[in-house]
């Protein structure tokens, strides 16, 4: 609901003149063939003065104008308050198809990319650059004048305000003289593509009215393009007729790149030297180098400390102190003061607790009076801090700029750094361990982000809760699942094992499904609509359809535990390579529409010989850590049982400070 707050109606007029060379043809090949298609509709259902001359028009020109005014600038947290042009510093990023494994680097964006598929996921870890890449794809689908760009901020919507009254507020913003009717008309046509930026960011209260609202929307409105960001989460089930895409992580050479992007805005020159740097430590920050979000924490803080630093929670520590001790790039350091009067660490007590707070409220992004009460929550629980929750939310803005204004509504500046304070917050608690329980118990996946920057904050505690449960858990199901096939020399006995490694943490269920002659939307939909009916209290993550059958998962949230471990050479933990599925697996199970789990009954259909290894390779498939590797992570074991061990003795040889 902020697309038109941020431009002024002078502003607006000013840039469509610039941009008529690619509004024009949109408004001539797109908008005016729907207004002669509607005509007879306006006019039968009474639409009093929408057919004066150029009316449509003026608003779609006022619409796409607004729209390129949005995504042509950009606010990145390492330059603050600088209007930063998007085709300054967009690095062109490389998505993989999860069916045929195909890269494709964005550095345009045509039909030819969107037509083949219609529907489009792009799920990714935070900080790759899914909300830059939106903005970079709707201002292209203008320049390139083959479709009508909607794009949609999904934590803009609430059970009160659905994704057609984001759409309708977004085309007539200031006067609403469109009836809604009209708009869904306009997009029954076709010849739209709806962007829905950011799934993980819907408030959780609101998800599963929103998913249910998004699904009828694009049921209604399927002559159009679709494409959907988000974190990976359980939800994104319910858009499994969506081809999914990952991004591949930078390679060290395109890190170099985008920091050269960087220096070349930036008043305080220091890429070459960063560069340089980053060689002599390539083997300790390549991951980090992956990411295109941490890439510009690594520039921001070595703007001032010279110095790489290890890990990602040190990043984000750096960048805290930064923000607060030298703000301002453009006077070489200089530092604001605070309205606030609190010190770097008194700040820092504050905004974990707000983090704790804003977690709470299920979302990231909040209008001023919702963010001054939950600021006052945060002082309330920090005695002896005094401040004005008012001074407190401008340096929050302006002097310590961790958030920023989106029209009406302020925001913090990335997901992450709301991650990173939670889990300081957490790491600093009185009752950290039960936290980290609960997180365990209750499989709580959309703070597996904050779980990975705690790690690094205090492993001890994370180790002895949730890792010494973890590897209790699969040493159990190693011991006393798939028994039977022990002595049974049909089944080979190095298949077994990689089964009992594989299985661990993940829940999924088969389905048969005869005369399957498409995989199509409608397809996913039949098929959801079972699984729903048969198991209508249970959260589904993923679908997906093959030939004859359908599998689906319910639940992966140890699986996804595992894998916080690459990179971090942990003894219980190993890397296994899967090797590629050159054919599409074949599975005929006995019983049409009969959801069958996955378990490790020796009668089970999933279970016998003709089908033992081809489940293992569907597995095996659902276990890629990301789009780049065929790399998995599994408990080896052996090593499980001796890390135990080793927690258990550490536990009892704690040191009690004693006086």
Not at 210 to 221: L, S, W
Not at 398 to 413: H, N
Request: aromatic share 12%; glycine share 2%; charged share 30%.
């Amino acid at each position: 609901m902020d697309i038109v707050d941020s431009f002024n109606v002078n502003e607006v007029k000013d840039y469509i003149t610039l941009a008529k060379p690619f509004i024009d043809p949109i408004i001539s090949t797109l908008i005016k063939p729907k207004i002669e298609r509607l005509a007879k509709w306006v006019k039968k259902n009474d639409i009093k003065d929408k057919v004066l001359e150029n009316y449509f028009e003026n608003k779609f020109e006022e619409y796409l104008a607004r729209t390129m005014l949005k995504c042509k600038n950009i606010n990145i947290l390492i330059l603050q308050n600088q209007q930063i042009l998007l085709e300054e510093i967009y690095y062109p990023l490389t998505l993989r198809s999860s069916k045929d494994f195909l890269y494709q680097k964005i550095e345009n964006y045509t039909e030819d990319f969107i037509k083949p598929f219609s529907k489009v996921l792009i799920a990714d870890t935070a900080g790759m650059g899914k909300s830059t890449l939106t903005k970079f794809i709707a201002l292209k689908t203008i320049e390139n004048r083959f479709a009508i760009p909607i794009l949609i901020e999904l934590r803009n919507l609430t059970e009160k305000h659905s994704l057609i009254d984001e759409i309708f507020f977004q085309i007539d913003p200031i006067d609403q003289s469109f009836e809604k009717d009209l708009i869904f008309k306009f997009l029954e046509l076709g010849q739209f593509f709806i962007i829905l930026d950011g799934f993980d960011e819907i408030q959780l209260q609101h998800q599963e009215t929103i998913t249910k609202d998004i699904r009828e929307f694009i049921n209604k409105t399927s002559n159009n393009y679709f494409l959907l960001t988000s974190r990976p989460e359980g939800s994104l089930a319910a858009f499994g007729d969506f081809q999914l895409f990952n991004i591949l992580p930078l390679k060290p050479k395109e890190a170099n790149d985008l920091i050269k992007r960087y220096d070349s805005i930036s008043s305080i020159k220091v890429g070459d030297k960063l560069i340089k740097d980053l060689k002599t430590k390539l083997r300790e920050t390549r991951d980090l180098l992956g990411n295109p979000f941490l890439v510009s924490l690594i520039y921001y803080t070595y703007i001032y400390n010279k110095d790489i630093p290890p890990n990602k929670s040190a990043f984000y520590e750096e960048i805290y102190t930064a923000l607060y001790k030298r703000h301002d790039l453009s006077k070489n350091g200089w530092s604001r003061l605070k309205k606030s009067n609190l010190d770097v660490y008194q700040f820092r007590l504050v905004l974990r607790e707000l983090a704790y707070e804003s977690y709470q409220a299920g979302t990231i992004s909040y209008d001023e009076n919702q963010l001054i009460e939950l600021i006052k929550k945060a002082k309330d629980r920090c005695p002896g801090i005094t401040f004005s929750n008012t001074n407190f939310l401008e340096d929050l803005l302006s002097a310590v700029p961790l958030f920023q204004r989106e029209g009406l509504k302020i925001k913090w500046i990335h997901k992450s750094i709301q991650d990173y304070f939670l889990a300081e917050f957490i790491a600093s608690s009185s009752k950290k361990e039960e936290i980290l329980n609960k997180i365990y118990l209750k499989h709580t996946d959309n703070l597996l982000n904050t779980l990975d920057l705690y790690i690094d904050l205090d492993f001890k505690t994370f180790r002895k809760i949730i890792l010494k449960q973890l590897l209790i858990d699969f040493v159990n199901f190693y011991e006393s699942s798939y028994k039977d096939y022990l002595n049974n020399k049909n089944y080979p006995q190095q298949q077994i094992v990689l089964r009992k490694s594989l299985h661990y943490g993940v829940d999924v269920s088969f389905i048969m499904i005869k005369n399957l002659k498409k995989i199509d939307e409608k397809s996913y939909l039949a098929l959801e609509k079972i699984i729903k009916d048969t198991l209508p209290n249970d959260p589904i993550e993923s679908i997906v359809l093959s030939k004859g059958y359908g599998y689906f998962l319910k639940d992966s949230f140890k699986r996804k535990l595992i894998n916080l471990f690459i990179n971090r050479n942990y003894p219980a933990i190993k890397e296994i390579y899967l090797k590629p599925i050159e054919n599409e697996i074949q599975i005929n199970l006995p019983y049409e529409n009969f959801i069958i789990p996955l378990d490790d009954k020796i009668e089970s259909p999933l279970n016998n010989l003709k089908h033992f290894n081809s489940v293992n390779k569907i597995l095996q498939s659902l276990l890629f850590i990301g789009p780049s590797t065929r790399k998995s992570y599994v408990i080896d074991y052996s090593n499980a049982i001796r890390e135990i061990d080793s927690i258990d003795k550490a536990e009892k040889n704690d040191t009690v400070f004693d006086l």
